[in-house]
């Protein structure tokens, strides 16, 4: 069964497995203690933390091992913002940050901090010069990820870094995603990454803060890790984490390209295989093994699960697929259809009849999701006689409003208007996509006395 979601949790790597095993027997002691077993397991503990920092680009002293990448996030961006609390009470960061760093930036607020999300563009990244506009006086950090876990767009860190050193504030750099593929390059001072993104077993993140960053770490603190991870080391799964990164940093160049090239051909062919599909993210600057589409008058729940008894594990950043039943703060941002969304992301080794296979199944699973759906066929819409219409989709969820909308703009004449109503949050985001997928006019949103009214022209 083909597995394609390797940008949530990357299977793990044969060198990992193999370092996992062969350290057990000589990393469970104390490595803080100077008898024969403690130092037996703090030669390991350095040894992964060289080889580490090797990948990461910074010194062994400069980086610390937590015990997951959230834990990373959390402990850099409080440490950071404590650090300098005397420079000032204000954050910044992207609109498509990791989840885990929005979470730090709320919690920051709740305690009397401010931050400033910097927009994106529609292929998901920030302007460098519009990040530097955010910059005040009272910045104490800026936060950038090195590239979007949802659609792979790499963003332009050693730009924006640059940015951030000339005003004076210390950029924090969330490489979860990228780390395995290559070192973040730019004058960042604070990175954090996942082991078990690329292959390493769960439980390990990495967190580097470089010399001359301030840094006053949160909460109780022991001796070990530097003051800056409290707890005892896990040192099988750190050494496995450590040598599965040298593993797959050496494979990188090789299965990048391979990636990439099985990603390019699945960017050029599922919008002519499944019809009114919209592909998300930059083409270009993108990680290797990603892509991420999101298809009309779908529901991505039901996509997910049919797919999955198709044989394919896929992930999606539909809000019909969480469970607050809002649409994803990434495509959200971005301001692209959030409906029937799905990320494919490669893990190493995959190969071109997987991806055919794939391709083969996925047309046929989408038209059954949408028949199952009462959307409409893809077919241009019949000219009508009739005056502007409204569709009451109150109290349903998507892709059912943007479904109904499409089943009436046929009946209205061209120039005339179809209000929907809707009370679903992904209404206001899916609407416009869908006027710019089918070359309609968004009028734009007005209030209603329960939820809000969407006004399309008809333009075609």
């Known amino acids: 069964m083909p597995y394609f979601d390797a940008a949530s949790s990357a299977p793990l790597h044969p060198v990992a497995r193999q370092a996992l095993l062969a350290s057990l027997d000589e990393g469970w002691a104390d490595p803080g203690r100077l008898y024969r077993e403690g130092r037996r397991a703090a030669v390991l503990l350095d040894a992964a933390r060289e080889t580490a920092a090797e990948a990461v680009g910074c010194r062994p002293d400069e980086l610390v091992f937590t015990s997951s990448g959230t834990r990373a996030v959390h402990s850099g961006v409080s440490g950071a913002l404590s650090g300098r609390r005397r420079v000032g009470r204000h954050l910044v960061l992207s609109a498509v940050e990791h989840s885990s760093v929005l979470h730090t930036a709320a919690a920051f607020e709740a305690e009397g901090g401010t931050y400033t999300e910097v927009p994106v563009d529609r292929t998901g990244a920030?302007?460098?010069?519009?990040?530097?506009?955010?910059?005040?006086?009272?910045?104490?950090?800026?936060?950038?990820q090195s590239a979007n876990h949802e659609v792979g767009t790499e963003q332009?860190?050693?730009?924006?870094?640059?940015?951030?050193?000339?005003?004076?504030?210390?950029?924090?750099?969330?490489?979860?995603?990228s780390l395995g593929w290559g070192p973040v390059p730019g004058r960042w001072s604070l990175l954090?990454?996942?082991?078990?993104?690329?292959?390493?077993?769960?439980g390990v993140g990495l967190l580097a803060v470089r010399k001359g960053t301030r840094f006053a770490p949160r909460g109780p603190s022991d001796e070990r890790e530097s003051?800056?991870?409290?707890?005892?080391?896990?040192i099988p799964a750190i050494v496995a984490a450590a040598a599965s990164l040298r593993a797959v940093r050496a494979e990188a160049a090789a299965e990048a390209a391979r990636l990439s090239a099985l990603v390019d051909r699945i960017r050029a062919v599922v919008g002519g295989l499944v019809p009114d599909t919209e592909v998300v993210g930059d083409p270009v600057r993108r990680l290797p093994h990603l892509v991420t589409f999101s298809c009309l008058y779908v529901d991505g729940e039901t996509l997910l699960h049919e797919l999955d008894l198709a044989g394919f594990s896929v992930s999606?950043?539909?809000?019909?697929?969480?469970?607050?039943?809002?649409?994803?703060h990434v495509l959200k941002a971005m301001g692209v259809l959030t409906e029937g969304?799905?990320?494919?992301?490669?893990?190493?080794?995959?190969?071109?009849?997987?991806?055919?296979a794939f391709l083969d199944v996925l047309p046929g699973v989408v038209?059954?999701?949408r028949e199952k759906l009462g959307a409409p066929a893809p077919a241009a819409p019949s000219p009508a006689a009739g005056g502007s219409l409204v569709v009451d989709a109150l109290g349903r969820r998507c892709p059912i409003p943007v479904i109904e909308l499409a089943k009436v703009i046929g009946e209205v004449p061209v120039g005339?208007?179809?209000?929907?109503?809707?009370?679903?949050?992904?209404?206001?985001?899916?609407?416009?996509?869908?006027?710019?997928?089918?070359?309609q006019e968004y009028v734009g949103e007005e209030p209603a006395d329960h939820g809000s009214a969407y006004v399309v022209r008809r333009l075609a």
């Open 126 to 144: 920030v302007d460098p010069s519009a990040f530097g506009r955010a910059l005040r006086p009272d910045t104490a950090l800026a936060c950038l």
């Open 416 to 439: 005339s208007t179809v209000t929907v109503l809707s009370d679903d949050e992904a209404a206001r985001l899916d609407i416009p996509a869908w006027c710019a997928m089918r070359e």
């Open 341 to 356: 969304n799905v990320r494919v992301s490669l893990p190493s080794g995959t190969t071109d009849e997987e991806v055919s």
């Open 156 to 177: 332009p860190v050693a730009e924006t870094a640059e940015v951030c050193a000339a005003a004076g504030v210390p950029l924090l750099v969330d490489a979860a995603q």
């Open 227 to 234: 003051g800056r991870a409290a707890g005892f080391q896990n």
């Open 192 to 202: 954090t990454a996942s082991a078990h993104k690329w292959g390493g077993p769960a």
């Open 316 to 328: 999606s950043g539909s809000s019909c697929t969480s469970s607050t039943l809002t649409p994803s």
């Open 367 to 369: 038209a059954e999701v």
